[in-house]
């Protein structure tokens, strides 16, 4: 069965990019354009992942990120932050608010797929 992802992300272009990157690498993915959304989605389907753009319109990433590590279905599930400048270096920072990484904007379409592999691998390898 396909990893499947969920992408959050307000930009149509970089949603469509990771889509294009990541469907060609044989993920599944959700899409969702704003955090109300994506906690819809959740309630229907589990992702192996998620990417978090951190700037979204009304609910922010890091606010999504608080709901999602805070109920019990959803608080497993990998996350992968999506900066654009903010939190761009700052490690710690990204990691003390539930996030399992971050990548920085302007997205490396080669970094991406690499990325998302070792965080679904490393978060199956805490759960064993
Ligand atoms: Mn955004």
């Known amino acids: 069965m396909k990893d499947k992802i969920l992408v959050v992300e307000d930009n149509d272009r970089n949603r469509k990019l990771v889509r294009i ?16 959304d994506a906690i819809r989605q959740l309630k229907n389907a589990k992702p192996d992942l998620i990417l978090l753009d951190i700037q979204l319109p009304k609910m922010d990433g890091l606010k999504l990120t608080k709901i999602i590590r805070d109920s019990e279905e959803t608080r497993d599930i990998p996350i992968i932050a999506l900066t654009a400048y903010a939190m761009k270096g700052d490690r710690e920072r ?8 971050y990548i920085s904007k302007p997205i ?16 199956r390898e805490k759960a064993k």
Do not use: H
């Open 21 to 36: 990157i990541l469907q060609a690498k044989g993920y599944e993915l959700m899409e969702a354009s704003t955090g109300e």
């Open 94 to 101: 990204i990691l003390d608010a539930g996030f399992n990484e």
């Open 108 to 123: 490396d379409t080669r970094q991406l797929p690499v990325i998302v592999e070792k965080i679904i691998k490393e978060s």
